[in-house]
Nanobody, 124 residues
Framework: QVQLVESGGGLVQAGDSLRLSCAAS????????MAWFRQAPGKEREFVAV????????YYADSVKARFTISRDNAKSTMYLQMNSLKPEDTADYYC?????????????????WGQGTQVTVSS
């Protein structure tokens, strides 16, 4: 069982930066691929980024590539999402998720554990 807690969301202006954190419980954090998803009001949950257990491989949605960076610190059982050059269309609730393996990584249903979400609002 893995419990995930996100933090770091807030209200920022377009062009600003934010760093989200996802703290995980348990002693097998490095066994899990970790991902960020987001969900805007009235829209489906969408994939943002994923990182393998070792941290050696990452994938990004095209909409955030070159602006967002996913990372993890296995010693601290924590994952991060550095978000730069934020745009109003990045406004959403951001969720972290965990799973073993990495296939179908863009699909929310492929993940076993979810956090409660943290809200990010980007004003224009």
């Amino acid at each position: 069982q893995v419990q995930l807690v996100e933090s770091g969301g807030g209200l920022v202006q377009a062009g600003d930066s934010l760093r989200l954190s996802c703290a995980a419980s348990g002693r097998t954090f490095s066994s899990y691929a970790m991902a960020w998803f987001r969900q805007a009001p009235g829209k489906e949950r969408e994939f943002v980024a994923v990182i393998t257990g070792s941290g050696s491989v990452t994938y990004y949605a095209d909409s955030v590539k070159a602006r967002f960076t996913i990372s993890r610190d296995n010693a601290k059982s924590t994952m991060y999402l550095q978000m730069n050059s934020l745009k109003p269309e990045d406004t959403a609730d951001y969720y972290c998720a965990a799973r073993r393996g990495v296939g179908r990584y863009r699909e929310p249903q492929a993940y076993d554990y979810w956090g409660q979400g943290t809200q990010v609002t980007v004003s224009s």
